[in-house]
């Protein structure tokens, strides 16, 4: 018994398992060619001790997917590699993400990650 209550113990002390997700839907800024406009999404964030997942469906069809771990960050942006950009200067409450050629430009309201 005394090795089932350490087996125990081991699986919920493991980084893996403190592990929680939060879908919410929200309004996201969306620019390309230089229009902005906000759209309906959805956002799924998933996250442990060691990663943290964001996945995000925009109205419009365009997505982000961004993994962070303490290795690497993976950011996809409609399925094309992505990378951060930096919100509008009158939006600075907003995180950003763009297709690495910078013609699409996503923005999540700081508050919902």
Known sequence: MKYIYS???LIIMS??????????SSQCLVIDSDKESFESCEIAICANMSEYLV?????????IFMRD????QVINV???KG??????TDKSNLTC????????????KDSVL
């Not at 893996?16 to 939060?22: D, I, Q, T, V």
């Not at 771990?69 to 690497?72: G, H, I």
């Not at 993400?97 to 999540?108: H, K, L, N, P």
Request: with cysteine; glycine share 6%; proline share 4%.
């Open 7 to 9: 087996l125990l113990i």
């Open 15 to 24: 980084s893996k398992s403190w592990a929680g997700c939060n879908e919410v």
């Open 55 to 63: 996945n995000v469906t925009l109205e419009n069809g365009g997505r």
């Open 69 to 72: 771990d303490s290795q690497t």
């Open 78 to 80: 409609n399925d094309s």
């Open 83 to 88: 990378v951060t950009s930096s919100p509008p």
């Open 97 to 108: 993400y763009a297709i690495a050629d910078m013609s699409v430009t996503y923005c999540i």
